[in-house]
């Protein structure tokens, strides 16, 4: 394949979930510049539409798709409304997630049901409801399904005050690893993605404190949070035949937080 791009995705489709804003967005809209039409899923639909907008505008189709992440339903209908809307589904990104900020002994069963239900139960039934859509031969014949979770470095070492949402994340880091390892025979590969801080909507408590801020950064080899916009091109690698022998990996993308 000498002189051909092997980030280029012309013609493919994919779901992305938490599409309304931050790295979801970024992610969607960075695979739209690689040539992916996009069904776009997230809770708020307006906010949704303003992505689709801008997928549109790069030349590329764009389809909202409401989601709840902790209904079922929801989850399983908008992967089947993605694929019927795009005629095929090649790509899977979940970067959907609640994160509560509460010490473990003032976490209340609806905020350790909730967080679980989002960060976890939406995304293994998201994954498993796209495996039938993944397997068709339209979609081996052009690289095979290729799914990619955002984990967290809070769910590789211990973060105080996000008990509930760490855990959420380690245990999307192990089932992304399961399902790579059994999935990897039908042609799909399931990678994923441990964000640090990131100048996003969810970073806005640790962002808005200067002080907090201050020390944090102070700790980080790179000396700064990450911007959204540098992101998207590790996503866009791992949805790519660029990096077609990498499956049940799992990325750190942290400005060298976890090196300490």
Not at 207 to 212: D, K, R, W
Not at 220 to 226: E, F, V, Y
Request: charged share 20%; proline share 6%.
């Amino acid at each position: 394949m000498a002189g051909s791009n092997l980030m280029e995705m012309e013609g493919a489709a994919a779901l992305v979930t938490g599409a309304s804003r931050g790295l979801g967005q970024a992610s969607a809209l960075a695979l739209a510049d690689a040539g992916v039409d996009l069904a776009l899923g997230a809770t708020r639909e307006d906010l949704l539409e303003e992505t689709a907008e801008a997928v549109r505008a790069k030349g590329r189709r764009a389809v909202v798709c409401p989601l709840d992440m902790a209904d079922p339903a929801s989850v399983r209908g908008a992967v089947e409304a993605a694929a019927a809307a795009m005629g095929r589904l090649d790509i899977l990104v979940n970067a959907a997630g609640v994160c509560p900020r509460v010490s473990a002994v003032n976490t209340s069963d609806e905020e350790l049901e909730h967080t679980f239900a989002v960060n976890v139960y939406g995304a293994f039934r998201l994954c498993t409801a796209a495996v039938p859509h993944m397997q068709k031969p339209e979609v081996q014949k052009t690289g095979g399904g290729r799914i990619v979770t955002f984990g967290s470095v809070a769910g590789l070492r211990a973060r105080p005050g996000l008990p509930v949402y760490g855990a959420s994340k380690a245990a999307i880091h192990s089932l992304t690893k399961t399902f790579a390892a059994d999935w990897a025979p039908m042609g799909i590969r399931v990678n994923a993605i441990a964000p640090g801080q990131f100048d996003t909507d969810m970073g806005a408590p640790l962002i808005n404190n200067p002080e907090a801020l201050a020390a944090y950064v102070k700790k980080m080899p790179l000396g700064r949070i990450g911007s959204p916009e540098e992101m998207p091109s590790l996503v866009v690698y791992l949805c790519s035949p660029a990096s077609s022998y990498v499956t049940g990996a799992l990325f750190v993308m942290d400005g060298g937080l976890t090196l300490q």
